[in-house]
């Protein structure tokens, strides 16, 4: 009896332990979700602002040379990905998701894609798929991580791209829709080709004011091209990370909900057998001085 009863001390101390560990990481996970929305929110305003401002461009200066810009290929087209997962375990089917879909995308191209992947996670799942896997990036830890990371997507895709490795350059991650509830998406990043001048060229302007471009057009449409591909990559990793936070602190919800049932059954049981052996005591004793009683008389 009191092994059991040990046992069960010990059960309930390791899973009071654990869910101590669950709670702090669930209050991790909400505090990061914070910053990352709040991140998020301020480059779809800046991401606008980028686009109106390319429409101006694009709208004065026609198809630029340095638009209508066009790789001569020989043979099959080289096309690139980077696919944002994560680091860490504890965060669900976050990773599951988005190399499922990526992983279907990618396959169904005619032509043999690259990857780069962004998290250890992701980079293992995209491996025993047998896609060609260009390198590994390590996951942003923080808002202020992100911009390295960009600078060097940007960097090794523009290698490869002057290199003619590859023509295309698309991305894949999760992002948030309500609450803890993420969906993959993708993005064509590159080729900036005569489809995606058209369709930024055809954007309304929000005001009755003629917008005018101050300056030499092709240098402003030159920075305003770097910005549009940096706050594209920008807002892919922040999405995502926001995604993975939403999705680690659904599973410490469900984890440390499945350990306050837990720790209920375990001191239910913990009490019944105390009260259990408590009463054989008792009735031990009972029996004792009943058995004296009787002999003494």
């Known amino acids: 009896m009191s092994e059991t009863t040990a046992s069960l001390r010990r059960k309930i101390s390791g899973a009071g332990d654990l869910q101590s560990v669950v709670r702090t990481m669930k209050a991790v996970a909400a505090s990061s979700i914070g910053q990352y929305e709040k991140s998020v929110r301020a480059l779809t305003d800046y991401y606008r602002a980028v686009e109106l401002g390319l429409c101006v461009c694009l709208r004065e200066n026609g198809p630029a040379p340095l638009l209508a810009e066009r790789k001569k290929q020989t043979g099959a087209s ?137 300056g030499s057009g092709t240098a402003t449409l030159r920075a305003l091209i770097r910005e549009y591909l940096f706050v594209s990559l920008f807002r892919a990793c922040a999405e995502s990370l926001a995604s993975e936070n939403a999705s680690r602190l659904a599973a410490m919800q469900s984890a440390d909900k499945n350990i306050d049932e837990l720790l209920e059954e375990l001191n239910r049981t913990f009490h019944r057998l105390r009260q259990s052996g408590i009463d054989e005591e008792l009735f031990d004793l009972i029996s004792g001085f009943e058995a004296l009683t009787a002999e003494e008389k």
């Not at 940007?154 to 894949?172: A, K, N, P, V, Y």
Request: glycine share 8%; hydrophobic share 45%.
């Open 78 to 214: 080289a096309i690139g990905a980077v696919v944002f997962g994560s680091d860490q375990g504890l965060v669900g089917q976050f990773n599951d998701v988005v190399a499922d879909y990526a992983i279907k995308t990618l396959l169904a191209l005619p032509d043999k894609p690259k990857v780069w992947a962004v998290g250890e996670r992701v980079h293992a799942r995209l491996a025993d798929a047998g896609l060609q896997l260009l390198g590994l990036f390590t996951v942003p830890s923080s808002v202020k991580a992100i911009i390295p990371l960009v600078g060097q997507i940007l960097m090794e895709s523009e290698t490869r791209r002057s290199q003619g490795e590859i023509t295309e350059l698309h991305l894949f991650y999760n992002r948030p829709t309500s609450g803890s509830v993420y969906a993959p998406v993708s993005q064509r990043l590159l080729p900036l080709d005569e489809s995606w001048r058209r369709k930024l060229a055809e954007l309304p302007w929000p005001t009755k004011n003629l917008p005018e471009v101050m």
